[in-house]
């Protein structure tokens, strides 16, 4: 019998010093043998706290669902781009509902995807504008979803400016001109694993241009494990490989990483103090 691999040693965190893991998706099937534990393994590497995010309906019942049972997870409900058709008046209604709980410190993921195109680009800007709306009035941030459509995202959100409650561009993916512009929104910018991969110049000079005062970082689990697991299930835990990356970019240490992103998570989140 081959003998199991051994999971490659996490960066470590001094004490008294947290991460956030600001972007997963708990509520997902690839976790359904080993939740808890995935869960425990989080937080026994320093990751305290992790916003489990919505993507339709179901999945932002389920995303409150496990941030009411668990101290450190608060969550976003949200319709994501791929389900953009289901954003009527209804869902909107019931997202609105989810939003009173005071585990709800998002909307989102909500935006634009003309990647794969699930729903036409119409129906897309259509729901995203909603929610912006919708967000605004329920005083939430918004997490934003871009891929392959930068101007177009970028308008909706010029003409939704200002965001009172802030919000942050999820698994940035663009060059450091469209992060300027997004912090100049009074955005966060987020920085997934791909931080980690060969070949991502474009990424790393925002991790190094930006200001650490309006950088965040997230795993987007079970998406894009950084290095060394690329291609394996992602977890919260694995956070820490891209502030660790974030740390070697920047020149400065890890727990400096740490502290700052996850401060700003809390501010986003309207989390201090909890």
């Known amino acids: ?41 989080a937080a026994r590497a320093g990751v305290s706290k992790m916003m489990t995010i919505g993507i339709d309906l179901p999945s932002s019942r ?35 509902r989810l939003a009173q ?23 897309q800007i259509i729901a995203f504008r909603r929610q912006l709306e919708l967000a605004a009035e329920l005083k939430l941030p918004v997490i934003i979803h871009d891929r392959e459509a930068h101007e177009e995202t970028m308008a909706i959100l010029r003409q939704a400016a200002p965001f009172q409650q802030r919000g942050v561009m999820h698994c940035f993916s663009g060059d450091l001109t469209l992060a300027r512009e997004v912090v100049d929104l009074g955005l966060y910018v987020s920085l997934p694993g791909v931080l980690t991969f060969n070949k991502t110049e474009a990424l790393r000079e925002v991790a190094r241009e930006i200001p650490l005062e309006s950088l965040i970082v997230e795993t987007d689990a079970p998406f894009l494990t950084p290095a060394p697991y690329r291609g394996k299930r992602n977890e919260p835990a694995y956070a820490l490989y891209t502030a660790q990356c974030l740390s070697e970019i920047r020149g400065i240490t890890l727990a400096e990483v740490a502290a700052q992103t996850t401060l700003n998570c809390e501010r986003l989140f309207t989390l201090e103090g909890k």
């Open 101 to 123: 709980s005071v585990k709800v410190r998002a909307v989102g993921e909500i935006g634009l995807d003309y990647a794969k195109m699930h729903c036409p680009a119409e129906e």
């Open 62 to 96: 389920a995303a409150l669902r496990l941030a009411e049972s668990n101290p450190g997870i608060f969550c976003a409900v949200g319709i994501h781009p791929h389900s953009a058709a289901e954003a009527d008046d209804a869902a909107l209604t019931e997202i609105s």
């Open 1 to 41: 019998m081959a003998k199991k691999k051994k999971r490659a040693p996490l960066p470590e965190l001094p004490s008294g010093v947290w991460l956030f893991d600001s972007h997963c998706h708990l509520d997902m099937e690839d976790y359904s043998t080993d939740r808890l534990a995935v869960i425990q393994r």
